[in-house]
């Protein structure tokens, strides 16, 4: 594999990564309703949402 392949290769997953912490997080800052039945089922509280958001929009910051 020649470096400049396997540095867009790299670079491409670090893309996708972002894309799916930053949808993830803001889905759940949004309040989408599958995420408030989800952190209410599982008994933190809502709280634990926004904590959860902040944690994955702060990863997707960190891949970069």
Same mark, same amino acid.
Do not use: C, N
């Given at each position: ?5 396997a540095?867009? &290769?790299?670079? /491409?997953?670090?893309a996708?990564?972002?894309?799916a %912490?930053l $949808?993830? #997080?803001? &889905?759940?800052? /949004? ?5 408030v039945?989800? %952190?209410d $089922?599982? #008994? ?8 959860t ?12």
């Amino acid at each position: 594999m020649s470096p400049h392949l396997a540095r867009s &290769a790299l670079l /491409a997953i670090r893309a996708l990564l972002t894309v799916a %912490f930053l $949808a993830a #997080g803001l &889905a759940k800052f /949004a309040g989408v309703a599958m995420m408030v039945a989800t %952190f209410d $089922a599982i #008994g933190w509280g809502q709280w634990f949402r926004y904590v959860t958001a902040t944690i994955e929009i702060g990863g997707a910051i960190l891949l970069w």
